[in-house]
């Protein structure tokens, strides 16, 4: 339920996307003959989440009778209830997709290309009778479907739509299994270390897949996975960005002397808590990348690694930094 009602708190509350009806199910009603025991099993239900913040997201507690699905007039009034609910929400979600609006996305994986420019998408989507005007709408939507990638709000891909996002994963993926294909050891080695990828390094491994290396970085700082930072861990002439999901995580004492280690500072580590109890995926990555780029700030570069993986926190970050 908390998890449910982050996601919905994520909208406007005068947002007008639907939103489904929650209930609260009892299974096994028939083993409650009288209707105050299910009244009374009801209450207790309600007592669980009244005073949650999440407890306006229910609709109703319904306590149903399995056995009479499907009876006609002796079926349980809850099931009855229940299905409604559930056909009026699913009539709410149709959404009524022009025809030209498929045409277009038929004709773009025709194409069998990665990206193709947003100015080409608007002369193919005027072939299919779409507005040249409307055509952003319609690449949103596809975006929103998952079916492309399309970032006006980032200025680096505004201009480009890209066709293929298994692909596009797959090009900004090379940075993370951390194989040394590439040509630079010491590149490797401050990427592997320190989470601190250079532009040499970036530029060398994305060169080839036709989209400016440059502007895929611009993306991951844009969504908090990179941040720009300057250390003497490289040539000041070249950018940096620290990466702190590329971090090797460490499952023994941190301060243990090991072969060929220094002892290693105590870091600061950064949890984060609720009183629902959820935190969203990828939130210590994000926060990582948020505190490196405030001025009051300065990383410890030399003692910088992830925490032991945890259920449900296998990001949580233990970052080392001095003020």
């Known amino acids: ?26 299974t096994r009603g028939d083993k409650l003959k009288a209707k105050s025991q299910k009244d009374q099993v009801k209450r207790q239900v309600q007592s669980l989440y009244e005073e949650k913040e999440f407890s306006d997201l229910i609709e109703d507690v319904l306590i149903i009778d399995n056995t009479t699905s499907g009876k006609g007039e ?41 990206v193709i420019s ?24 596809y975006h929103e479907l998952g079916a492309m990638l399309y970032y006006p709000q980032i200025e680096g891909l505004r201009n480009k739509v890209i066709l293929n996002p298994k692909w596009f994963v797959g090009v900004i993926g090379k ?61 000041s002439r070249f950018k940096q960005y620290f990466l702190p999901a590329v971090l090797q995580g460490y499952t023994d004492d941190p301060n243990e002397v090991r072969p060929g280690y220094e002892l290693r500072a105590s870091p600061v580590h950064i949890t984060f808590s609720t009183s629902h109890g959820y935190v969203p995926p990828g939130f210590f990555t994000r926060l990582a990348t948020t505190v490196a780029t405030n001025a009051n700030v300065e990383f410890n570069f030399d003692n910088v690694y992830t ?12 970052i080392a930094m001095k003020y």
């Open 1 to 26: 339920m908390s998890t449910i009602h982050s996601h919905l708190m994520k909208h406007s509350i005068d947002d007008d996307a639907p939103s489904p009806s929650l209930y609260c199910i009892g």
């Open 74 to 114: 002796n079926e349980d009034p809850s099931i009855t209830k229940l299905c409604e609910a559930i056909d009026g929400f699913i009539k709410k979600l149709v959404f009524p997709t022009p025809v030209n609006w498929v045409l277009f996305r038929k004709i773009l994986q025709e194409l069998k290309q990665n």
């Open 118 to 141: 947003v100015s080409d998408a608007i002369a193919i989507g005027e072939a299919c009778h779409i507005p040249a005007a409307v055509v952003p709408e319609v690449l949103k939507f």
């Open 175 to 235: 940075v993370f299994p951390l194989e040394e294909g590439w040509g630079g050891r010491k590149r490797w080695s401050l990427l592997q270390n320190y989470g601190v990828l250079v532009q040499p390094l970036y530029q060398e491994v994305w060169q080839s897949s036709g989209i400016d290396p440059e502007e895929i970085i611009e993306l991951l700082v844009h969504f908090c996975l990179a941040a720009e930072v300057k250390t003497d861990l490289y040539d």
């Open 307 to 318: 925490a032991p993986a945890t259920p449900g926190f296998l990001d949580r970050l233990a």
